[in-house]
Nanobody, 115 residues
Framework: QVQLVESGGGLVQPGGSLRLSCAAS????????MGWYRQAPGNQRELVAA???????NYADSVKGRFTISRDNAKSTVYLQMNSLKPEDTAVYYC?????????WGKGTLVTVSS
């Protein structure tokens, strides 16, 4: 049974930081490309950051220079370090694992940026 469990969300003031974690089980984690997506109310789900099985990263333009994605294959965990948070970063953040046509999703963690 595949599980992706996100954690680390919460309420933070503008300019603050949060670190999201996604712990995977039931998959050979090192083989999967991993990504963080987010969905704000009324918006479509969008890619925030991704990291390939080989460690290559890419980011949405809106988060470049502020967010960093990383992975620890020994812990089967992917992280999203979010700095200089803005109110427009408020969303539910989802973890994704992809291997060719296979896709798994976590249930999401809410990030609220507000003063």
């Amino acid at each position: 049974q595949v599980q992706l469990v996100e954690s680390g969300g919460g309420l933070v003031q503008p300019g603050g930081s949060l670190r999201l974690s996604c712990a995977a089980s039931g998959i050979i984690f090192s083989m999967y490309d991993m990504g963080w997506y987010r969905q704000a109310p009324g918006n479509q789900r969008e890619l925030v950051a991704a990291i390939t099985s080989g460690g290559r990263t890419n980011y949405a333009d809106s988060v470049k220079g502020r967010f960093t994605i990383s992975r620890d294959n020994a812990k089967s965990t992917v992280y999203l370090q979010m700095n200089s948070l803005k109110p427009e970063d408020t969303a539910v953040y989802y973890c994704n694992a992809q291997l060719i046509v296979i896709n798994y999703w976590g249930k999401g963690t809410l990030v609220t940026v507000s003063s």
